[in-house]
């Protein structure tokens, strides 16, 4: 079973960055299809970024697009998300995800539903200051 570990939150100001890392152990993190999502207070966990077994497939909730960036590092076992242009709205609990690619799958698609992903990190605070 792979465990997820996710760092670099904070607190930022609006129109300002961070980079979240989300670092994997335990299993071949090659074999897993990764993805962020976010909660904020009072709201259901939502999804943010999604980014396939192969790397070559990304997805992005329309309220990030052009703002944040997903990318997968193979040989350090991490998926990091780019944050830019943060906005209050951005301030929630943001978790990495992780799901086992079955055999013969299509290593190039990028899943977006919280039931489509089997393990999750903790999650990490980011706070986004007006």
């Known amino acids: 079973q792979v465990q997820l570990v996710e760092s670099g939150g904070g607190l930022a100001q609006a129109g300002g960055s961070l980079r979240l890392s989300c670092a994997a152990s335990?299993?071949?993190?090659?074999?897993?299809?990764m993805g962020w999502f976010r909660q904020a207070p009072g709201k259901e966990r939502e999804f943010v970024a999604a980014?396939?077994?192969?790397?070559?497939?990304?997805y992005y909730a329309d309220f990030v697009k052009g703002r944040f960036t997903i990318s997968r590092d193979n040989a350090k076992n991490t998926v990091d998300l780019q944050m830019n242009s943060l906005k209050p709205e951005d301030t929630a609990v943001y978790s990495c995800a992780a799901r086992e690619l079955a055999p013969f799958s299509d290593r190039h698609v990028a899943y977006t539903g919280r039931s489509d992903y089997h393990h999750w990190g903790q999650g990490i605070q980011v706070t986004v200051s007006s």
């Open positions: 980014i396939s077994v192969s790397g070559g497939g990304t």
């Open positions: 335990g299993r071949t993190f090659s074999s897993y299809a």
